[in-house]
């Protein structure tokens, strides 16, 4: 059974950091294409970052991009979302996802078969 657990969410100040943690289950991530993404209320779900599959490479959707990281720790099983310069409208449900269907990397949420649960970041001040 396959399982993704997203962790390290809260509430923080603008400006300020976070880093979101992906454990896995019953898949090995790096065998797999990853996504982070996030869906605020009222708003359709979006990529912010992406790990792909072929060679590990990441990318960041424009709109974080130079703010948001992607990264992976393969002895860990456990991908990670480094946030930074959070703003206001950083605040949503952040999602990881993952799947060995996709040769490379996607930002759209149909790409994906496997999903956490999410976690809530409020960035307030």
């Known amino acids: 059974q396959v399982q993704l657990v997203e962790s390290g969410g809260g509430f923080v100040q603008p400006g300020g950091s976070l880093r979101l943690s992906c454990a896995a289950s019953?898949?090995?991530?790096?065998?797999?294409?990853i996504g982070w993404f996030r869906q605020a209320p009222g708003k359709e779900r979006e990529g912010v970052a992406v790990?792909?599959?072929?060679?590990?490479?990441?990318y960041s959707a424009d709109s974080v991009k130079g703010r948001f990281t992607a990264s992976r720790d393969n002895a860990k099983n456990t991908v990670y979302l480094q946030m930074s310069s959070l703003k206001p409208e950083d605040t949503a449900v952040y999602y990881c996802?993952?799947?060995?269907?996709?040769?490379?990397?996607?930002?759209?949420?149909?790409?994906?078969?496997?999903w956490g649960q999410g976690t809530h970041v409020t960035v307030s001040s």
């Open positions: 996802a993952a799947t060995a269907s996709l040769t490379g990397w996607s930002f759209l949420p149909r790409s994906y078969e496997y």
């Open positions: 019953g898949l090995t991530l790096d065998d797999h294409a």
């Open positions: 790990i792909s599959s072929m060679d590990g490479s990441t």
